[in-house]
């Protein structure tokens, strides 16, 4: 009984041996196949780093103000009797806007003008009476001050007659109405918002590190999100001559024309301001940078060694200035090395490569995307 079982269990060990020996034989093929093997070249579009005259901006978020804007408002209490407007129009300085009643001020007045007659006509009979030494100067002095007082309560009318005939202090475009006919209004309720919107301020920070290349009369471009595709030119008109001790940055003010009303006061809007002078740059297509905590690099293709094809070489950069789809390199690259554009983030260093810019997208330094 002990023998068979021995011979059994000697079979299935030679029978092991066999299998390993024969699945070390399969790997090892394996293994030398992979070796000799390569991976297929992965194809990449590729750009040149091209040498450009770039002009320098100071670029800041600005808040647009109107250069005239206020809330006109009630000087007296009164009712409404006229409103001479309509919400969200233009209006002339000078126009009628909103008439309070009057009827109290303008029943005082003829009295007041006939109390200033008889003040006159003293006044002048006193003087007569004067040179012929008939009165006292001080009888003179006080039919004098007589008239005065007439002459003031006539102006004290008038004033409060003017007062509640609010007219426009200047040109501009109103809001919305704050007020309704047989409407009570005390000193200081609001009527509309009046702003001159043409030209318009805007105002930005610059840090103060920017404030020797500042000056009033630098162009201004700005655009905004609510005017896609359009950039508007301004001139900077005003600098604080205080620096912000919170932020260390300054105010800047500059004024853009705004013939057609699209930019309005509180309106953000982002600001470019064009310092004189161009500098010499080494630009690149931006999405050719690998961006990664440790430092920005790019892959530069390079021919391989020992005639191995077009390889990848990975180059850390430092970066500068943007415009649009390109970025400056200020080092790491030199004028018409090769970079790969597109893509960077699934190479790695030493791959090999083919160039293909059929689908190479069209950098440009003002681009306008279409779903913009």
């Not at 609010?166 to 609001?190: C, K, T």
């Amino acid at each position: 009984m002990k023998k068979p079982f021995v011979l059994a269990i000697g079979g299935l060990a030679v029978v092991i041996v066999v299998l390993v020996i024969i699945k070390s034989l399969q790997i090892g093929a394996m293994i030398d196949q992979g070796k000799k093997s390569a991976p297929p070249p992965g194809t990449v579009t590729a750009a040149a780093v091209r040498a450009e005259s770039w002009g320098t901006d100071l670029v800041s978020v600005g808040t647009l103000n109107a250069v005239q804007g206020v809330t006109v408002a009630a000087e007296l209490a009164g009712k409404v009797v006229e409103i001479g407007f309509e919400a969200g129009t233009s209006v002339q300085r000078g126009d009628l806007m909103l008439r309070q009643d009057t009827s109290s001020e303008e029943a005082q007045l003829p009295g007041a003008l006939a109390q200033l007659n008889l003040a006159r006509i003293n006044r002048e009979r006193f003087d007569q009476l004067f040179s012929k030494q008939l009165v006292a100067q001080a009888e003179r002095d006080s039919t004098a001050a007589g008239a005065d007082q007439a002459q003031a309560q006539v102006d004290t009318i008038r004033a409060a007659i003017a007062k509640k005939t609010i007219r426009a202090p200047f040109s501009g475009r109103l809001g919305i109405r704050q007020v309704n006919l047989g409407q009570m209004l005390r000193e200081g309720d609001p009527i509309v918002t009046l702003q001159s919107l043409d030209p318009i301020f805007v105002d930005f920070a610059l840090p103060q590190q920017q404030l020797p290349h500042v000056r009033r009369g630098l162009v201004v471009r700005v655009t905004s999100d609510a005017l896609p595709g359009e950039t508007l030119e301004g001139r900077v008109t005003a600098i604080n001559p205080l620096i912000d001790a919170d932020t260390r940055s300054i105010r800047v003010q500059a004024t853009v024309s705004n013939g057609s009303e699209k930019l309005r006061p509180g309106m953000f809007v982002n600001v470019a301001v064009s310092l004189p002078g161009r500098q010499q740059v080494l630009a690149i297509p931006a999405t050719a940078v690998l961006y990664a905590p440790y430092g920005d690099s790019v892959f530069v293709v390079e021919d391989g060694k020992d005639g191995k094809g077009t390889m990848l070489r990975q180059q850390f950069v430092r970066l500068g200035a943007k415009r649009g789809d390109f970025v400056a390199v200020t080092s790491g690259v030199r004028e018409g090395d090769l970079v790969v554009s597109t893509g960077v983030f699934k190479l790695r260093n030493g791959q090999a490569v083919v160039i293909d810019n059929k689908l190479a997208p069209a950098f440009e330094k003002a681009p306008r995307p279409e779903n913009n």
